[in-house]
């Protein structure tokens, strides 16, 4: 999974922009609430306001970070 693989939508709750999976985008916009794969419930803003930051823990969720010897092996990879 990557970060581009979610629906990211900023809370009305802690103003943070939260990771939504294709399952809970399609079924949570019947109640207009959210859960986010944090764990956290998500009630949006609006759409025209401003993106809040990515929340810390969906992001780690959605792309964790790699074990140093896979970094390494990717930018071996990038130079060769």
């Known amino acids: 999974m990557s970060v581009s ?3 990211w939508i900023t809370s009305c709750n802690d103003r943070l922009e939260h990771g939504i999976g294709d399952d809970e985008a399609s079924t949570g916009h019947r109640e207009g609430v ?3 794969i944090c764990g956290e419930r998500v009630l949006p803003r609006a759409l025209a306001a401003p993106c ?5 823990h969906c992001v780690e ?3 964790p970070p790699l074990p ?3 970094r390494l092996i990717r930018i071996l990879r990038l130079i060769t």
Not at 52 to 56: E, I, Q
């Open 61 to 63: 969720i959605a792309d």
């Open 68 to 70: 140093p010897h896979h």
């Open 34 to 36: 959210y859960s986010a």
């Open 5 to 7: 693989d979610f629906l």
């Open 52 to 56: 809040g930051p990515r929340c810390p």
